[in-house]
């Protein structure tokens, strides 16, 4: 499986765009990335996920390198609802089904 | 609100008890999975349920049996637990088995074991 590495924490001013970096430099071709977060005492919420293309949907945006080794999530305007752990996972299509969690980036949102 | 729910949301067990942990969900999807996630680390997979047959088992200890009586619902059975077992159990679903298809979380059973 293709490894992640994100930092372990950032901070965001609420109101700001929140850019969260993810290196997964051995992903192969047809692997996804997926994006999921996870508020305190809450399952993992889905956020997004993309193989190629940049992708958006109502909650943030998926930016993938040309040559897919790394990407970054954008939440557009952070609120102070946004902090949470937010997880990069690369999703092999062996074993499609597994995700397989990393230690994530735990995002602090301030006033 | 999460489109998965488990049931109870918390539960404290002795090590000789038997308990189940229940998983719901009505959005047809055919595939469910049990994760254990423990105290400040991430969820890892336990159990994968696709079209009502067991397709993954993580190496997980007997004492943890999943059920699919059908394709909506998920159960989770202990006996004899140990301490270390106690942990937030968290059930997904998903369309389909395929990696293009996101899995969508419940908020979880949080477990006590005595």
């Known amino acids: 499986d293709a490894k992640t590495t994100q930092p372990p924490s950032m901070d965001c001013a609420e109101g700001r765009a929140a850019n969260l970096p993810c290196n997964h430099s051995?992903?192969?071709?047809?692997?996804?990335v997926y994006w999921y977060r996870q508020i305190h005492s809450q399952g993992p919420q889905y956020i997004i996920h993309g193989l190629k293309n940049n992708e958006t949907n109502e909650m943030a945006s998926l930016i993938i390198t040309e040559d897919r080794k790394s990407s970054t999530l954008i939440l557009p305007h952070a609120t102070l609802r946004d902090t949470a752990v937010y997880y990069c996972?690369?999703?092999?299509?062996?074993?499609?089904?597994?995700?397989?969690f990393g230690a994530g980036t735990i995002l602090r949102v301030k006033s | 609100d999460t489109e998965v729910t488990q049931t109870p949301k918390h539960l404290v067990m002795g090590m000789t008890n038997k308990k189940s942990l229940k998983c719901e969900q009505h959005m047809g999807h055919r595939a469910m999975y049990w994760y254990k996630q423990k105290a400040k680390k991430p969820p890892e997979l336990m159990f994968v349920?696709?079209?009502?047959?067991?397709?993954i088992n993580e190496s997980v200890p007997s004492r943890f049996s999943p059920e699919c009586p059908n394709s909506s619902l998920l159960n989770l059975h202990l006996h004899a637990l140990q301490p270390e077992d106690s942990a937030l159990y968290l059930c997904?679903?998903?369309?389909?088995?395929?990696?293009?298809?996101?899995?969508?979380f419940g908020d979880g059973t949080r477990l006590s074991i005595l």
């Open positions: 996972i690369v999703r092999p299509s062996e074993y499609g089904n597994k995700l397989v």
């Open positions: 051995t992903i192969s071709g047809n692997e996804y």
């Open positions: 997904a679903s998903s369309p389909g088995d395929s990696h293009d298809q996101p899995q969508h």
């Open positions: 349920y696709s079209y009502e047959k067991l397709s």
